[in-house]
């Protein structure tokens, strides 16, 4: 059986670009290597919604996929890049720092 992926040091050590401040932003990695699709991206993503709130924090990919292992490991991955990234975002905020991940889930993605 292959070893198991550190997903968070996999991000760390694959991020392209990032941009993440208390009122969101996002972050690309090339997941090129995980997945085994050539020029593969993820990017995790969080809107600002006013009044000191985020938004849930969403995904989007540069590809498709049909092959099942292929989008059962993006699936995992992208919830990793989405956890990493609220991580990030609520570092040393105020009250709503005490939001967890999954309370973040269920709020809008966008104020509009």
Request: hydrophobic share 30%; with cysteine.
């Amino acid at each position: 059986m292959p070893k198991a992926t550190n997903l968070p040091a996999y991000i760390k050590d694959n991020t392209l670009r990032i941009d993440a401040s208390p009122r969101g932003g996002g972050i690309e990695i090339d997941a090129s290597k995980y997945l085994r699709i050539p020029n593969a991206r993820i990017t995790a993503y969080q809107n600002y919604l006013g009044g000191g709130l985020l938004g849930a924090v969403c995904a989007s990919r540069n590809f498709e996929t049909k092959d099942r292992t292929k989008i059962k490991k993006t699936v995992r991955l992208e919830v990793a890049l989405k956890k990493y990234f609220f991580n990030i975002t609520n570092e040393g905020q105020d009250e709503w720092s005490e939001q967890s991940y999954e309370q973040n889930q269920r709020m809008p993605q966008s104020g509009f």
